[in-house]
């Protein structure tokens, strides 16, 4: 093996671990946000939870291996699955801080069909987008009414 390529993953790696260090806080940030937004979403559906016609599932998974030894945090993203009583289920994977074009994504997954939850901007707020094709996504107002419409869509295909 090269010295060169030796050299070169060190120095990867020493950047990779600087960068850790120096977004911690941040990191820290984005997952109150996604928390939060789970948490408004139980909201809207709390008649459905009440009523048995649905339960969640939340899971803290890796997001990838990380060398051991090193005594460096496992990163870890919290998921949540919204199952309904015939097994159908909405997931939400958080995709990540800092992704192209915004603050922070997370997929809404119903089924086959994904909607993104984007935060555009660290103190903005959240937005619905759909892609449909290579084109501009779609935008929708992250609120109650455009949810339950995502929600309702994939319950009547059920």
């Known amino acids: 093996m090269s010295s060169h390529l030796t050299e070169m993953a060190q120095q990867k790696k020493q950047q990779w671990l600087n ?9 820290k940030n984005w997952e109150k946000k996604v928390e939060k937004l789970y948490t408004q ?10 009523d048995g016609l649905l339960r969640y599932k939340e899971e803290r998974l890796p997001v990838r291996s990380i060398l051991p030894g090193e005594g460096i945090e496992k990163e870890m993203r919290d998921e949540l699955t919204i199952e309904f009583f015939n097994g159908e ?13 915004a603050y922070g994504r997370v997929d809404m997954k119903l089924g086959l069909h994904q909607v993104m939850i984007v935060m555009p901007e660290k ?18 107002d992250f609120n109650q009414a455009n949810f339950e ?4 869509d994939f319950v009547e295909r059920f």
């Open 41 to 50: 979403i139980k909201q809207w559906l709390m008649p459905l939870e009440t």
């Open 123 to 140: 103190e903005g707020n959240w937005i619905f987008a759909e892609r449909y094709n290579r084109e501009e996504p779609t935008l929708y």
């Open 19 to 27: 960068y850790r260090n120096e977004s911690r806080p941040e990191r």
């Open 149 to 152: 419409q995502f929600v309702t």
């Open 89 to 101: 289920t909405i997931k939400l994977e958080p995709v990540g801080l800092e992704v192209v074009g």
